[in-house]
């Protein structure tokens, strides 16, 4: 499904990755685990487009993206939930997520998939009149998500959804993440939380200082005494 190779980028003349290879099979949750500064919001933005890559690949049903802007990634089944949720605070919560579906196949689908936003949460549903920047931190969350849904992706980048988050509401968040992977969705996570992603996770790799250090099952990473020392406090 998604082929990362060598890939490489920075910002001005800092670079922020190197040579970093990693894959994501086709119904798979994905963990990307690390310190502040390993470079894994870098990661997920130039797969999504975001951030133009200095060397290597990344493909998608062996479709080159790097070449490709943002929108045009999307087109081809990837969503990306920024860190920090990025949500219009100005807009209800209906006009948030109908600009997660502005895609010519997206539009064509969009009362279907905002079915199944609502299914999946029911709490904006509840809000959909509601102006976004009211809502409770989990709420823009879920919105978050929500508006990338609506683009009907295949594979869901998500960049530290836990981020700010309460205990309680960060469970909530993981279960969903669940529910939407056993739609068919292809997650790659990105998470501090490593015990919560490793639960979720079938796979996982580690980044330091723009570097892959490590990867393995989730399984075979929680029971790594290194990790289990740095990421984990055990």
Do not use: C
Not at 117 to 124: A, D
Not at 176 to 205: F, H, P, W
């Amino acid at each position: 499904m998604l082929q990362v190779d060598g890939l490489g980028t920075g910002y001005g003349r800092a670079q922020a990755l190197h040579d970093v290879s990693l894959r994501v099979e086709d119904g798979e949750i994905v963990t990307i685990l690390g310190p502040n500064g390993a470079g894994k919001t870098s990661l997920v933005n130039a797969i999504a487009g975001v951030l133009p890559t200095w060397g290597g690949s990344v493909t998608f049903d062996g479709i080159e993206m790097t070449t490709l802007p943002p929108h045009r990634v999307i087109e081809h089944g990837i969503a990306l939930v920024p860190e920090g949720r990025r949500i219009f605070p100005k807009m209800t919560v209906t006009e948030n997520l109908d600009l997660g579906s502005y895609t010519l196949t997206a539009r064509s689908g969009h009362d279907a998939a905002l079915d199944s936003v609502y299914r999946i949460f029911p709490r904006l549903e509840e809000r959909h009149s509601q102006v976004a920047g009211t809502l409770s931190g989990g709420e823009q969350q879920m919105l978050a998500i929500g508006r990338a849904l609506m683009a009907q992706p295949r594979l869901l980048l998500l960049d530290e959804p836990s981020l700010g988050l309460a205990p309680i509401v960060v469970e909530n968040i993981f279960e969903v993440l669940r529910q939407v992977n056993a739609t068919g969705v292809s997650i790659l996570l990105v998470e501090q939380n490593a015990v919560e992603a490793l639960d979720i996770a079938a796979r996982g790799y580690v980044l330091e200082e723009g570097r892959v250090v490590g990867e393995g099952t989730a399984v075979e990473l929680e029971q790594d005494e290194r990790l289990r020392k740095a990421y984990l406090g055990l």
